[in-house]
């Protein structure tokens, strides 16, 4: 499976940013997708993750301002980040693995896309 993302790009505090992921996985439906990021310095963390059923989990210094979701006709992950914060800058990384119940962790992550960086200025 291969994870294209985009949207990335610099933006001020309080702005918002939308970021995609498309996926090459012939059934998309059965992968739960996610997303983590590593700002400069930290290490890698997860953000958010949406399952193959829908469930959705979020990092909680981003809950209520990122929302997930999945369109699964066209095999794509959004991620819509709003009132962002200086402290969101980092790459952000687009995942994917074969529908789990488990909690989504970069150990158990079994497809990674190309980082995309989001820059927030204060």
């Known amino acids: 499976v291969q994870l294209q993302a985009s949207g990335g790009g610099l933006v001020q505090a309080g702005g918002s940013l939308r970021l995609s992921c498309e996926a090459s996985?012939?059934?998309?439906?059965?992968?739960?997708m996610g997303w983590f990021r590593q700002a400069p310095g930290k290490e890698r963390e997860f953000v958010v993750g949406?399952?193959?059923?829908?469930?959705?989990e979020y990092l909680d210094s981003v809950k209520g301002r990122f929302t997930i979701f999945r369109d699964n006709t066209k095999k794509t992950v959004y991620l819509q980040m709003d009132t962002l914060k200086p402290e969101d800058t980092a790459i952000y990384y687009c995942?994917?693995?074969?529908?789990?119940?488990?909690?989504?962790?970069?150990?158990?992550?079994?497809?990674w896309g190309k980082g995309t960086l989001v820059t927030v200025s204060s």
């Open positions: 995942a994917a693995r074969w529908r789990t119940y488990e909690a989504m962790k970069g150990d158990n992550v079994e497809y």
């Open positions: 949406i399952w193959s059923d829908g469930r959705r």
């Open positions: 996985a012939r059934t998309f439906s059965n992968y739960d």
